[in-house]
């Protein structure tokens, strides 16, 4: 008895359906990309409550009858005519399998009219077999698929419910609707319009209407071009404060396909590695052009993945766009508008420094001052011209009939202040160019002589801002000309030194200027994995200046170690940074001895700044690139706009 044998088209189709047919967002995403290819600019798609009743109409092309009867046999397409066909794709569905695969697990019924004809037809096709009748209809093409899988049961007893069967299909539409802006497209189900687009072509619209992004995202515009390699890249990616913690907001595009793409992820993780947290993912969509003969779609039976004859000059064409992008970030405008005058000089928000009765718990920390002053010497250039210091604001405040006396939890030159300058920080003060409220003995900086004298020339913060407290030596609040901004010292502090050694890392004679040779070298007592990464990584460290010998026993010692660190505790400072490095990707180790070294050797919350180093903080910071978060993604700021303090005390 022979065991080979041809199997019936009825069973050999439902085979092939299983492969292009996976559940009934793979209809909608078959035949909306058919409509694409058609033409259509509108196109409205309708879903019964169990997902099984699909209807899609558009306005495209539409067929002429034979045509519309042939495309229901299996490897019938008018996308392409031959092999080498293959590498000239500009279609989105090319094989030929979509509509026989849906009609041999469906009933399908087509109405379709050219736009300059009289009348339609409308073509049915059930268990193989497709009836022709003339008919009237509307331009374009009509599809509707009824009972889905009813003749396969086994398939349908794998399908989810249908609330999750309707988010793929959602998911599918809003790949395609942002891939095609200039498509109108509608999503109905159960009577309900679930999603909108406007076919305006304007991505960042489409994308917040087909719900991509909810609209509150800061997006920045992605544009590169690799002229030798013909690889363009454009797209939007939101700023670093918006991430999720999955990588649903991420969508590729190339020529125009929607696809997975392992080149974006690994492109948008480097790209945003220092500023959100490890294991979050931004926004973005990214749309990649090549020539379609350096990309092969036919490797997957949906056509979602693809592979690159150039793989590595797409990546690093779609990494430079994204990074080039998040560069240039255009940094707010932190003036205060012309037309706006400051309203007296003192606010309701600085209320909140009303003083208490007591002297204020203040204390030097050597730790701040050693921190700061090795920040301070690499900033010196960026001061401006000294400003004069006047203690005119007492009579200000009584000509405001302000009686109560006011100051601010700012540090003193010693803990222990005698009673006269204690009688002089209960009066109001303020410098008189920028606004600032302090206490005149606040103005004296904690740190050593020779910082003193550096400080001395007080730097101004941008035109509209007054710093207005210092609380628990942690936080700024600062009033701008929208509102109220509280910043944290440390985390600005950590981005501010976390960009420097970023360019530091490509100045020549960097080495030179910027480490500290140790007379006596640290002996460093690593475990075998800590001694195993130091082996590895010290290459990389070695940009950042740590030098390191080791010993034939296998002990290490630490001969250099970068400026920023030369206040610290060596050994534990170079196992913590280890520690980091043993967890992170090796191609991300600089970027995160950058970050260790950073946060290592910011001013840490808790320790007591001066006034003018507050001031001299802010201004390095607001002149920072990527100053909205600090390098593990933490926000520095908080932003509180009128309208918002408003709506806080007066909730509707």
Same mark, same amino acid.
């Given at each position: 008895?022979?065991?080979?044998?041809?199997?019936?088209?009825?069973?050999?189709?439902?085979?092939?359906?299983?492969?292009?047919?996976?559940?009934?967002?793979?209809?909608?995403?078959?035949?909306?990309?058919?409509?694409?290819?058609?033409?259509?600019?509108?196109?409205?798609?309708?879903?019964?409550?169990?997902?099984?009743?699909?209807?899609?109409?558009?306005?495209?092309?539409?067929?002429?009858?034979?045509?519309?009867?042939?495309?229901?046999?299996?490897?019938?397409?008018?996308?392409?005519?031959?092999?080498?066909?293959?590498?000239?794709?500009?279609?989105?569905?090319?094989?030929?399998?979509?509509?026989?695969?849906?009609?041999?697990?469906?009933?399908?019924?087509?109405?379709?009219?050219?736009?300059?004809?009289?009348?339609?037809?409308?073509?049915?096709?059930?268990?193989?077999?497709?009836?022709?009748?003339?008919?009237?209809?509307?331009?374009?093409?009509?599809?509707?698929?009824?009972?889905?899988?009813?003749?396969?049961?086994?398939?349908?007893?794998?399908?989810?419910?249908?609330?999750?069967?309707?988010?793929?299909?959602?998911?599918? @539409?809003?790949?395609?609707? +942002?891939?095609?802006?200039?498509?109108?497209?509608?999503?109905?189900?159960?009577?309900? @319009?679930?999603?909108?687009?406007?076919?305006?072509?304007?991505?960042?619209?489409?994308?917040?209407?087909?719900?991509?992004?909810?609209?509150?995202?800061?997006?920045?515009?992605?544009?590169?071009?690799?002229?030798?390699?013909?690889?363009?890249?454009?797209?939007?990616?939101?700023?670093?404060?918006?991430?999720?913690?999955?990588?649903?907001?991420?969508?590729?595009? @190339?020529?125009?396909?929607?696809?997975?793409?392992?080149?974006?992820?690994?492109?948008?993780?480097?790209?945003?590695?220092?500023? +959100?947290?490890?294991?979050?993912?931004?926004?973005?969509?990214?749309?990649?052009?090549?020539?379609?003969?350096?990309?092969?779609?036919?490797?997957?039976?949906?056509?979602?993945?693809?592979?690159?004859?150039?793989?590595?000059?797409?990546?690093?064409?779609?990494?430079?766009?994204?990074?080039?992008?998040?560069?240039?970030?255009?940094?707010?405008?932190?003036?205060?508008?012309?037309?706006?005058?400051?309203?007296?000089?003192?606010?309701?928000?600085?209320?909140?420094?009303?003083?208490?009765?007591?002297?204020?718990?203040?204390?030097?920390?050597?730790?701040?001052?050693?921190?700061?002053a090795r920040f301070g010497q690499s900033t010196q250039e960026a001061h401006q011209e000294p400003v004069s210091i006047v203690a005119e604001a007492p009579a200000r405040a009584r000509q405001l009939g302000f009686r109560d006396r006011l100051t601010f939890n700012l540090p003193t030159s010693s803990p222990a202040a005698d009673?006269?300058?204690?009688?002089?920080?209960?009066?109001?003060?303020?410098?008189?160019?920028?606004?600032?409220?302090?206490?005149?003995?606040?103005?004296?900086?904690?740190?050593?002589?020779?910082?003193?004298?550096?400080?001395?020339?007080?730097?101004?913060?941008?035109?509209?801002?007054?710093?207005?407290?210092?609380l628990k030596n942690t936080y700024f609040l600062i009033e701008s000309a929208q509102g109220l901004e509280i910043v944290e010292q440390h985390i600005a502090h950590e981005r501010t030194i976390y960009e420097r050694l970023l360019a530091a890392q490509n100045e020549p004679g960097r080495l030179n200027e910027h480490t500290q040779?140790?007379?006596?070298?640290?002996?460093?007592?690593?475990?075998?994995?800590?001694?195993?990464?130091?082996?590895?990584?010290?290459?990389?460290?070695?940009?950042?200046?740590?030098?390191?010998?080791?010993?034939?026993?296998?002990?290490?010692?630490?001969?250099?170690?970068?400026?920023?660190?030369?206040?610290?505790?060596?050994?534990?400072?170079?196992?913590?940074?280890?520690?980091?490095?043993?967890?992170?990707?090796?191609?991300?180790?600089?970027?995160?001895?950058?970050?260790? @070294?950073?946060?290592?050797?910011?001013?840490?919350?808790?320790?007591?700044?001066?006034?003018?180093?507050?001031?001299?903080?802010?201004?390095?910071?607001?002149?920072?690139?990527?100053?909205?978060?600090?390098?593990?993604?933490?926000?520095?700021?908080?932003?509180?706009?009128?309208?918002?303090?408003?709506?806080?005390?007066?909730?509707?």
């Amino acid at each position: 008895m022979r065991k080979v044998q041809v199997l019936p088209d009825y069973i050999a189709s439902q085979i092939a359906a299983g492969e292009v047919v996976e559940r009934p967002s793979s209809v909608v995403k078959e035949l909306v990309e058919n409509s694409i290819d058609a033409g259509a600019t509108s196109i409205s798609i309708s879903v019964s409550e169990g997902c099984r009743t699909i209807s899609i109409a558009d306005n495209g092309h539409g067929m002429l009858p034979e045509d519309a009867v042939l495309a229901f046999q299996r490897h019938a397409t008018s996308k392409l005519a031959s092999a080498d066909d293959l590498w000239r794709l500009t279609s989105l569905g090319f094989r030929g399998e979509a509509l026989p695969s849906i009609a041999s697990v469906a009933r399908v019924t087509c109405y379709t009219r050219l736009h300059d004809a009289a009348s339609g037809f409308r073509i049915d096709a059930q268990e193989g077999k497709i009836t022709s009748t003339e008919t009237g209809c509307a331009p374009g093409t009509t599809m509707e698929v009824v009972d889905l899988f009813y003749n396969v049961p086994a398939r349908m007893k794998f399908l989810k419910k249908a609330s999750t069967e309707f988010a793929h299909i959602q998911e599918i @539409v809003q790949s395609l609707a +942002i891939a095609y802006p200039h498509v109108a497209i509608t999503v109905e189900h159960e009577g309900t @319009v679930h999603m909108r687009t406007s076919g305006s072509a304007d991505l960042a619209q489409v994308a917040k209407e087909a719900k991509l992004f909810t609209g509150n995202e800061s997006l920045i515009e992605v544009n590169n071009h690799d002229v030798s390699h013909g690889v363009k890249v454009r797209g939007l990616v939101a700023k670093p404060v918006h991430f999720r913690g999955d990588r649903k907001a991420i969508l590729t595009m @190339v020529n125009n396909r929607p696809v997975r793409c392992p080149l974006t992820y690994k492109a948008l993780e480097y790209a945003y590695s220092d500023l +959100i947290p490890r294991g979050r993912h931004p926004f973005a969509v990214i749309a990649i052009e090549l020539d379609p003969s350096h990309v092969d779609v036919n490797i997957h039976p949906t056509k979602k993945e693809i592979k690159y004859s150039q793989g590595n000059e797409v990546y690093l064409t779609v990494q430079r766009a994204i990074v080039t992008a998040l560069r240039s970030l255009p940094r707010q405008n932190f003036a205060q508008p012309a037309q706006q005058e400051p309203q007296g000089e003192l606010s309701a928000v600085s209320l909140i420094a009303e003083s208490r009765s007591g002297k204020s718990e203040t204390y030097t920390s050597p730790d701040a001052q050693i921190a700061y002053a090795r920040f301070g010497q690499s900033t010196q250039e960026a001061h401006q011209e000294p400003v004069s210091i006047v203690a005119e604001a007492p009579a200000r405040a009584r000509q405001l009939g302000f009686r109560d006396r006011l100051t601010f939890n700012l540090p003193t030159s010693s803990p222990a202040a005698d009673s006269d300058n204690v009688q002089e920080s209960s009066d109001f003060a303020a410098s008189s160019t920028n606004g600032n409220s302090f206490s005149t003995t606040s103005v004296r900086s904690n740190y050593s002589a020779d910082i003193e004298g550096e400080t001395s020339t007080r730097r101004e913060l941008p035109d509209g801002w007054r710093l207005l407290a210092y609380l628990k030596n942690t936080y700024f609040l600062i009033e701008s000309a929208q509102g109220l901004e509280i910043v944290e010292q440390h985390i600005a502090h950590e981005r501010t030194i976390y960009e420097r050694l970023l360019a530091a890392q490509n100045e020549p004679g960097r080495l030179n200027e910027h480490t500290q040779n140790l007379l006596i070298s640290a002996p460093l007592r690593l475990s075998a994995e800590q001694s195993s990464c130091l082996k590895e990584s010290e290459e990389a460290l070695a940009k950042l200046g740590f030098e390191f010998e080791h010993t034939e026993d296998g002990g290490s010692s630490c001969t250099q170690v970068p400026l920023e660190l030369a206040h610290k505790n060596y050994e534990a400072a170079i196992q913590e940074l280890l520690d980091q490095l043993i967890t992170c990707d090796h191609a991300n180790i600089i970027l995160e001895a950058t970050k260790s @070294v950073a946060c290592q050797s910011a001013v840490k919350n808790g320790m007591t700044l001066s006034e003018e180093s507050i001031i001299s903080l802010l201004c390095d910071w607001i002149a920072t690139p990527r100053n909205d978060t600090c390098p593990h993604g933490r926000p520095v700021r908080m932003s509180f706009s009128m309208d918002k303090l408003f709506q806080m005390f007066h909730p509707a």
